[in-house]
């Protein structure tokens, strides 16, 4: 019972290369979302999408782009990284249908802008 | 908008001694309540939740909290602390139909627990 798998766990870039954080989750989940967790700030929405094809931003969305092609993957693209951008990448995913109220997270991507 | 305040960044407790972090919200609707738990190097999971119904919501592992919607608080309670309890809690809300979407976290209160 893999549930959401995110890749790399840790990655270093250098300002202005560009890279893509995966996330994959085998949960058949509707819902999968991006926070970013910095300290003192707790986790901040990134962006959304509430099913194939269907993305939104959320509440940091500037300098990340994501696509939703199927419902196992979301990954997220940093198109030109910034230093700004060091932070550790939570994926998670939840049902639509059900009861359950849960979001699954992954194990989280740390990555360094240097 | 909705946001989510714990005042208390860092919490050391004796092991066995009783803790409270605590949590307090802004909405103008009604939302759903979740504490999330991380422990070191991993990522958030549900600890409980609040959807509706009784005020009291409680863990699997002895934490409970109560839904105080007139001083709009959620703390989180637990009556004796164990070492394994150490970890980071995040208190969110969601004011989403599906509740555990575009959750708003809290800052995040690290729980020390001293042997």
């Known amino acids: 019972n893999a549930g959401v798998t995110q890749t790399p766990k840790f990655q270093v870039l250098k300002t202005g290369q560009s890279m893509t954080l995966q996330c994959a989750q085998d949960m058949n989940h509707e819902y999968m979302s991006w926070y970013r967790q910095d300290p003192g700030m707790g986790l901040r929405l990134i962006h959304y999408s509430v099913g194939a094809g269907i993305t939104d931003q959320g509440e940091v969305p500037n300098g990340y782009n994501v696509s939703r092609s199927t419902t196992e993957d979301f990954p997220l693209r940093l198109l030109s990284a910034a230093p700004s951008q060091t932070s550790v990448y939570f994926c998670?995913?939840?049902?639509?249908?059900?009861?359950?109220?849960?979001?699954?997270f992954g194990q989280g991507t740390r990555l360094t802008v240097v | 908008a909705q946001s989510v305040t714990q005042l208390d960044s860092q919490v050391p407790v004796f092991e066995e001694a009783p803790v409270e972090l605590r949590c307090n919200y802004s909405?103008?609707?009604?939302?759903?309540l979740f504490w999330y738990v991380q422990y070191p190097n991993q990522g958030l999971q549900l600890l409980l939740k609040y959807l509706s119904g009784s005020t009291l919501v409680k863990s699997i592992n002895g934490f409970e909290a109560e839904f105080n919607k007139s001083q709009t608080s959620f703390h989180l309670r637990k009556p004796s602390v164990h070492i394994s309890d150490t970890a980071e809690y995040f208190c969110a809300v969601s004011k989403t139909n599906f509740g555990n979407e575009k959750l708003t976290f809290g800052t995040g209160t690290r729980l020390t627990i001293i042997p």
């Open positions: 909405s103008s609707v009604s939302v759903y």
């Open positions: 998670a995913s939840s049902s639509r249908t059900g009861v359950s109220t849960e979001a699954f």
